[in-house]
C-alpha cells in the first residue's frame, strides 16, 4: 500500500480523496491555486503546495508545476479525482515514466477507452450496439455526406470528449457548418485536438450509465446502474440508482454489455460504461476512464468506498470479491447543487457563501467543499455541493431529497436548489419518466408561458 498520496483536483472530491487516504493509513498532498489558498482541501491535506495563478491552465492543468510537487513531497501516486487531467492519457503516460502510480487505468487502456469514437467501434466489433452513425468528420464535404445519410436530429462529439464540451445538437442543415467549426474549437481547447465524430441523435431517450471496477488480473464487477437523464447543457444534474422504469432483463443486459466492454479494453479500476435507452433497446454512448461526479450513489447502494476501491487497486491488490458478493441495497439519490442562475440560462452565480442552514438525520449525506465564507470564483467549476439521500425505496429517498433542500439554504449566491426541488415534484420524474430532453422542454415552456 502507498504511505503518501497526491491529490491533483481541488474541490469536494480532493476532500473525498484526503478522506479515503486517511481511512487507509495514507498521508495526504494537496495542490492548489492561489485562489484556492484557504480552501479545505488545503487545510485539510498533511502537506500542500502552490502550484499557479487561479487560471485552471496555469494550475491544475499545470502538468509540470504537479510533476514537480510530487517530486518535491516524495509522493508515491497521483489521484486525479474527475475533470481536469483525470481521463489526459499523457499525463498517465508522464507519471509512469516518472515512476508514480497514477490511480486510475494504466497509460495504453487510457488511450484505449480515451479515445471515444475509436472505443466505440472496437466495442462494436464485440458485438455491443452503439449509437448508429459514428464516423470522423474533418472536412465540410464529410460532414454533409453523413448527415444526409443519417438524416435530423444529429449530435456532434469530441473524439476526445466528456463533460458536454465539445458537443453539439444539430436540428437541420441550417445549423450544421456553423455547429461544426464551433464543436472542433471547443474540442480543441478542451482537450488538444478539434478531432469531431457524428452519430445520430436519440431524441426523448434514457441516459443510463454502470459502474464498473476491475483490478490488473482480469477481474470485474458491476457497482449496478445509475439513472442520469435530467441534464443541462449536457451536464447531468440529478441522478438516481436503480433506474425507475427498467425491466429487469433489460437492467442485466445492461450490466453484462458493461462487463463485456471493461474486459475487451482490458479496462482496470474504476469506470464508467453510458448508454443510451430507448424502449428496450440500449445503445453504448462511451467509457469515461474516471471517478464520475455521481459516484456516491453506488456508494449507498453497495455500502463501499469507491475511492479506497480505486487505491487499493491501484496499489496492486485483487478486487478480493465476485459479483455474487455484491448486494445492491434500497434506492439513492443525488442533486447537484451548482452556483448558477436556472432563471437566466444557468448564468455562473460569483459571490460569498453564507452558510444558513444545513440538513441531516438517517439517509442523508453532503460531499461540499464549502465553508462559511466561502469565496465562489468564475476559474472553475460551478459545483458547490452534492446533497445524497438513501432509503429503503424510490419514494422514500425523493421525501427525503425534498426534505434535504427544503432545509439546504445558502446566502450569497444563486443556486441550483430551487430547479431540483421542481424536478423532483413533477409528475413524469415521480413516474420515473424523465428523458434526456425533460428539462430542455420543461425550461421551454416556461419560456413560452405554458
Not at 501516486?77 to 503516460?93: K, R, S, T
Not at 464508467?272 to 430507448?278: C, D, G, N, R
Not at 421525501?399 to 450569497?412: I, K, N, P, T
Amino acid at each position: 500500500m502507498f504511505k503518501k498520496i497526491l491529490i491533483a483536483n481541488r474541490g469536494e472530491i480532493a476532500l473525498r480523496v484526503i478522506s479515503a487516504c486517511h481511512q487507509l493509513g495514507i498521508a495526504t498532498v494537496a495542490v492548489f491555486s492561489e485562489a484556492d489558498r484557504l480552501a479545505l482541501h488545503v487545510r485539510l491535506a498533511d502537506e500542500a503546495y502552490c502550484i499557479g495563478p487561479p487560471e485552471a491552465q496555469a494550475s491544475y492543468l499545470n502538468l509540470p508545476a504537479i510533476m514537480s510537487a510530487a517530486e518535491i513531497s516524495g509522493a508515491e501516486a497521483i489521484h486525479p479525482g474527475y475533470g481536469f487531467l483525470a481521463e489526459d492519457p499523457h499525463f498517465v503516460e508522464v507519471c509512469e515514466e516518472s515512476g508514480i502510480c497514477f490511480i486510475g487505468p494504466p497509460h495504453e487502456v487510457m488511450s484505449r477507452a480515451g479515445d471515444k469514437l475509436a472505443a466505440k467501434l472496437a466495442l462494436k466489433a464485440e458485438g455491443i450496439p452503439v449509437v448508429p452513425g459514428a464516423q470522423a468528420i474533418s472536412t465540410e464535404e464529410q460532414l454533409g455526406a453523413a448527415a444526409k445519410e443519417l438524416g435530423y436530429p444529429l449530435i456532434i462529439k469530441a473524439t476526445a470528449g466528456g463533460g458536454g464540451r465539445g458537443m453539439r445538437l444539430i436540428n437541420g442543415a441550417d445549423e450544421l457548418l456553423d455547429n461544426f467549426h464551433a464543436a472542433r474549437r471547443e474540442a480543441e481547447v478542451a482537450f488538444g485536438t478539434p478531432a469531431v465524430y457524428l452519430e445520430k441523435y436519440l431524441d426523448k431517450a434514457k441516459h443510463i450509465e454502470v459502474q464498473i471496477l476491475a483490478d490488473r488480473f482480469g477481474h470485474c464487477v458491476h457497482w449496478g446502474e445509475r439513472e442520469c437523464s435530467i441534464q443541462r447543457r449536457y451536464q447531468k444534474l440529478i441522478e438516481e440508482s436503480p433506474a425507475p422504469g427498467l425491466s429487469g432483463e433489460l437492467r442485466r443486459a445492461l450490466w453484462e454489455a458493461a462487463r463485456q466492454a471493461a474486459q475487451a479494453l482490458g479496462y482496470q479500476n474504476a469506470g464508467t460504461v453510458e448508454f443510451l435507452v430507448s424502449g428496450e433497446d440500449f445503445y453504448l454512448i462511451e467509457i469515461n476512464a474516471r471517478i464520475q461526479v455521481e459516484h456516491p450513489v453506488s456508494e449507498m447502494r453497495v455500502g463501499k468506498d469507491l475511492i479506497v476501491e480505486q487505491i487499493r487497486l491501484a496499489s496492486g491488490e485483487r478486487l478480493g470479491y465476485a459479483q455474487s458478493r455484491l448486494r445492491l441495497r434500497g434506492h439513492a439519490l443525488e442533486c447537484r447543487i451548482n452556483a448558477e442562475d436556472p432563471t437566466q440560462g444557468f448564468l455562473p452565480s460569483m459571490g460569498r457563501v453564507q452558510l444558513v442552514s444545513w440538513p441531516g438525520g438517517p439517509g442523508v449525506r453532503i460531499d461540499t467543499a464549502l465553508y462559511q465564507g466561502a469565496e465562489i470564483t468564475p476559474y472553475y467549476d460551478s459545483l458547490l455541493a452534492k446533497l445524497i439521500t438513501w432509503g429503503g425505496t424510490r419514494e422514500t429517498t425523493r421525501q427525503r431529497m425534498l426534505d434535504a433542500l427544503a432545509r439546504f439554504e445558502l446566502a450569497g449566491v444563486q443556486t441550483t436548489r430551487e430547479l431540483c426541488r421542481e424536478i423532483l415534484e413533477h409528475p413524469a420524474f415521480i413516474k420515473g419518466e424523465a428523458t434526456t430532453r425533460f428539462l430542455s422542454d420543461q425550461l421551454r415552456a416556461v419560456q413560452e408561458g405554458k
